[in-house]
């Protein structure tokens, strides 16, 4: 008896929490709070792998790349972060950065921070310095 | 049918051999090896047969001229935060003062990108180290920013970058948290170009640097410094640096 007593409101809150566990991706997803990327590509043409390639690898690309470069030497175009900036910085920003930057914009719909751009030039080229 | 294309195949075959025999041979005296790996393709990793370095000429290095400082800033992206105690710095003019003679000189000093680098030693993440070709370099991506490499410097060659970077050059990536120094301009190097301060020193008719391969007999550095006299600063440290000078 007083098992039962307790036992009704706390199954009735039980409930209630139940419920709003499931409704909550709906609530969250149809308000529409994560933008999808936007992929705008100023120089359309082909990439140095397929985008499925890209899409999953093209960290440990970089990073490779990056090892090859700083240890040794080696400054192949392909897979270079300065390369995919050159390409894929936006024709209005000069960017990849920003709301609607090629790295940035995928990188927030992921939720993933990038580093890249606190040492390396987000921008494909300026004014002053040297060039290749 | 099939003997004609053998024998096509065996000439085509023997004019490969000799043709290979006869660039061997070219090659064998070694006249031109050291060329051959200073122009080195993109996709070639860096040689030890090669040691960067630079010559330079305090007699002919002007009291106040500072045209190889600022070619660096310009080339590396090096900015006044309006901190001048703690920014960076990668090459400083030094004006020195003989009290006997009251003979006064001055001259650049910047990494002396030694053949046994203190600051490579004492890394705790091995992020500073030693490129093949001999020049000293950070690596950024594991510098932790400890700063024992500029406490282990003699030269005071290394710096840390306390505030935000921005607007870099591509060809240079520096920010926030990292030790750095001067890389010899490793961008230019790969490149087969000068560093920028010896660019510059040479485009305004100092002509007080000279860069150059040290191991490469013919080379106008390894001339120089088999003909004149020439120091390393703090020598006594056996450090070997790659940077040296004349008349100090």
Known sequence: MKRNAIGAPARHIARAICLLALLLPAVAFAAGRVPMPVVDIAKPGKCVEDTAIMRREHSDLLKHQRDKTMHEGIRTREHSLKECVECHASANTGSVLGEKGFCQSCHDYASVRIDCFSCHASKAKLAGGAKP | ?248
């Open chain 2, 1 to 248: 049918m099939s003997a004609d294309a053998n024998a096509a195949l065996s000439r085509r075959g023997f004019l490969a051999i000799s043709a290979a025999t006869l660039g061997g041979v070219m090659l064998a005296p070694g006249i031109r090896l050291i060329e051959i790996a200073g122009a080195r393709a993109p996709d070639q990793a860096v040689s030890r047969q090669v040691r960067w370095g630079l010559l330079i000429d305090t007699n002919k290095c002007a009291p106040g001229c500072d045209d190889c400082v600022k070619a660096c800033a310009t080339e590396n992206g090096i900015k006044d935060t309006g901190h001048p105690r703690t920014d960076a710095q990668w090459i400083r003019k030094v004006e020195l003062k003989d009290m006997r003679s009251g003979r006064t000189h001055s001259a650049p000093v910047m990494c002396q990108h030694c053949e046994h680098p203190p600051c490579v030693e004492v890394c705790p993440t091995g992020a500073s180290f030693k490129r093949a070709d001999g020049i000293v370099l950070v690596d950024r991506h594991i510098c932790i920013g400890c700063r024992y490499c500029m406490m282990a410097c003699p030269y005071k060659a290394r710096s840390i970058v306390f505030e935000d970077v921005t607007e870099q050059n591509p060809d240079v990536p520096r920010g926030k948290g990292c030790a750095e120094g001067c890389t010899l301009c490793v961008h230019r190097i790969d490149r087969d170009r000068q560093p920028a301060c010896v660019e510059a020193c040479t485009k305004a008719g100092h002509n007080a640097m000279v860069f150059g391969d040290l191991n490469d007999p013919h080379s106008e550095i390894a001339q120089h410094v088999a003909k004149y006299a020439s120091t390393q600063i703090r020598a006594d440290y056996k450090l070997n640096p790659g940077v040296r000078y004349q008349g100090l």
